[in-house]
């Protein structure tokens, strides 16, 4: 596997809307592979193919219980509120709250092209929606009340 370049705010890949994956081959799977490589070596917790410089609708989430990957992800259902400090591998050394929903449950294909729910809540709920984003061409900053630098020892 590989470690891929991850892109920065300002990288127009960014800001575009990402493309339904049609079905597995080996260089998807080779991209997804990559992009948990890329993710763990970042400490991040999810990683968006746009991420990466690549338009598919591919997400890796991992907020420490296994990797989850969602390929054609679509949020189907979500509750309650939760505001708070969120970050991106995307936006380095930035965070700034951001309200989102407190349990979300979400479609997607997994690596076999299978369909499955997933519900996550908490963190798992702020990430899903935020990689979520990134397959439209969003990022967090647009969401969040204001940009703080954040140290090494705070991202921690």
Request: hydrophobic fraction near 40%; aromatic fraction near 2%; glycine fraction near 8%.
């Amino acid at each position: 596997m590989a470690i891929r370049i991850i892109r920065e705010i300002g990288d127009e890949v960014l800001t575009k809307k990402a493309k339904e994956v049609k079905e597995m081959t080996p260089r998807t799977q080779k991209l997804i592979a990559d992009m948990l490589d890329t993710m763990y070596e970042a400490n991040g917790v999810g990683l968006a193919a746009p991420q990466v410089g690549i338009l598919k609708r591919i997400v890796t989430i991992d907020v420490g219980d296994g990797p989850i990957v969602l390929i054609n992800p679509v949020i189907v259902e979500t509750s309650g509120e939760q505001t708070g400090p969120e970050g991106c591998l995307s936006v380095p050394g930035k965070q700034g709250n951001v309200t989102r929903p407190n349990e979300v449950t979400v479609k997607a294909l997994d690596e076999n092209m299978k369909e499955r729910l997933i519900t996550g809540t908490e963190l798992l709920a702020r990430a899903i929606c935020h990689e979520c984003d990134h397959l439209e061409g969003k990022l967090y900053v647009e969401l969040a009340d204001e940009l703080v630098d954040v140290t090494d020892e705070e991202a921690e």
